[in-house]
């Protein structure tokens, strides 16, 4: 009892880095959350058409629908009633007449005031709530992005796009983490239909952890009989998404998008729609509605999985659950607010997020 009051949620915050890590199957997954209501509200189906900001995220070849002017992304998101906290911003700037695109992305996933109660319990058996302190676990990203047009004609539009990004993550005073990956990606538009392809963690990224205990912090662990966490390798195998979306014009005020994404890892059996041992696909459905280009309604489903059904008391009945969501954005001249209403866990079982962001064209005014 004493051992587990000791380490509390101190022993939880390292549980995914005290491994001498190789491979691991969801590593970094803070870059799989999305960014961008109007991705998420689209079930994360955005590989094919994404052409804003947020391209270099889903897929950094729509960086090139950019043109013009730069384009700048908001986002603030708070999942469980505000313990995890997520924030994410980009930028895209066109330049060389349109013909490529640079951009740069900042993500953040966190969770702050978390109680470290390695000092709970005095040496005579006591306990001290005074000597609980608090930390914060958090994750960054930060992407450098490069996109450019392979061919253009009146018809066809073929682009390739490219991510450096940095991973640095930290825990506390305790541990902290170094990362580098590549991102490359490549989409294809005809006159409506479009597809998209983008390889995640080409050359596979890797965390290169250390950890910085003190002597009294070290000797509370070994007395806990806990595991005193040495230099480590985090390594994320590399994952293929693969899109198509097509463009339903039912007037000249009125277009329907409809997109279908798949994301293809090979780290072994999940559970997924398509599961095998070492590959699995995770398909993505989204749906837009737009209205003279100035209202949006949008719709999507993600995350399929097989669960045991409720209310089965033998746990032998299996059903498929799903991650809904839907969404509305408004454009006002070179400014659009989105918005995004997801669920974390299934519809059977909702955890549901409000999520906006916002996306804004910084046009220069013209001197008078």
């Given at each position: 009892m004493r051992n587990g009051i000791r380490t509390g949620l101190l022993a939880l915050a390292f549980l995914p880095v005290i491994s001498f890590a190789q491979f691991r199957k969801?590593?970094?997954?803070?870059?799989?959350?999305?960014?961008?209501?109007?991705?998420?509200?689209?079930?994360?189906?955005?590989?094919?058409?994404?052409?804003?900001?947020?391209?270099?995220?889903?897929?950094?070849?729509?960086?090139?629908?950019?043109?013009?002017?730069?384009?700048?992304?908001?986002?603030?998101?708070?999942y469980f009633a505000g313990i995890a906290k997520y924030d994410y911003a980009s930028l895209a700037i066109p330049v060389n007449e349109n013909k490529r695109t640079i951009g740069?992305?900042?993500?953040?996933?966190?969770?702050?005031?978390?109680?470290?109660?390695?000092?709970?319990?005095?040496?005579?058996?006591?306990?001290?709530?005074?000597?609980?302190?608090?930390?914060?676990?958090?994750?960054?990203?930060f992407l450098l992005s490069f996109a450019q047009n392979i061919k253009t004609t009146e018809n066809t539009g073929i682009?390739?796009?490219?991510?450096?990004?940095?991973?640095?993550?930290?825990?506390?005073?305790?541990?902290?983490?170094?990362?580098?990956?590549?991102?490359?990606?490549?989409?294809?538009?005809?006159?409506?239909?479009?597809?998209?392809?983008?390889?995640?963690?080409?050359?596979?990224?890797?965390?290169?952890?250390?950890?910085?205990?003190?002597?009294?912090?070290k000797e509370v662990l070994y007395l806990t009989n806990n595991e005193i966490p040495v230099k480590s390798t985090e390594l994320t195998a590399p994952r293929i998404a693969i899109g198509g979306g097509y463009n339903f014009r039912i007037s000249n005020s009125i277009n329907i998008m409809a997109e279908a994404n798949a994301d293809v890892t090979f780290d072994g059996k999940r559970n997924t729609v398509f599961s095998s041992n070492p590959v699995s696909v995770d398909p993505h459905l989204g749906l837009e509605l737009g209205i003279k280009d100035a209202f949006f309604v949008r719709g999507g489903i993600t995350n399929f999985q097989k669960a045991l059904a409720d209310g089965d008391i033998l746990n032998q009945k299996k059903v498929w659950i799903y991650q809904p969501s839907i969404g509305a954005g408004f454009k006002v001249k070179n400014v659009t607010l989105d918005y995004a209403f997801t669920n974390l866990a299934n519809q059977s079982n909702p955890l549901y997020t409000h999520i906006f962001s916002l996306r804004i064209n910084l046009v220069k005014k013209e001197n008078e």
């Open positions: 969801y590593s970094n997954e803070f870059l799989n959350i999305g960014a961008g209501a109007r991705g998420l509200a689209m079930g994360s189906a955005q590989v094919a058409s994404v052409n804003d900001a947020t391209a270099g995220y889903w897929n950094p070849a729509g960086l090139t629908g950019v043109k013009d002017h730069p384009n700048l992304n908001l986002m603030h998101a708070e740069v992305s900042v993500l953040r996933f966190a969770v702050d005031d978390i109680p470290n109660t390695l000092y709970l319990v005095e040496p005579d058996g006591s306990i001290n709530y005074n000597n609980i302190k608090t930390f914060s676990s958090a994750d960054w990203a682009s390739f796009g490219a991510n450096a990004k940095v991973i640095y993550r930290k825990i506390g005073t305790f541990a902290t983490a170094w990362g580098f990956g590549l991102d490359a990606g490549l989409q294809i538009h005809g006159k409506r239909g479009h597809f998209g392809v983008v390889v995640k963690d080409l050359t596979t990224t890797f965390n290169a952890w250390s950890f910085h205990f003190t002597d009294k912090e």
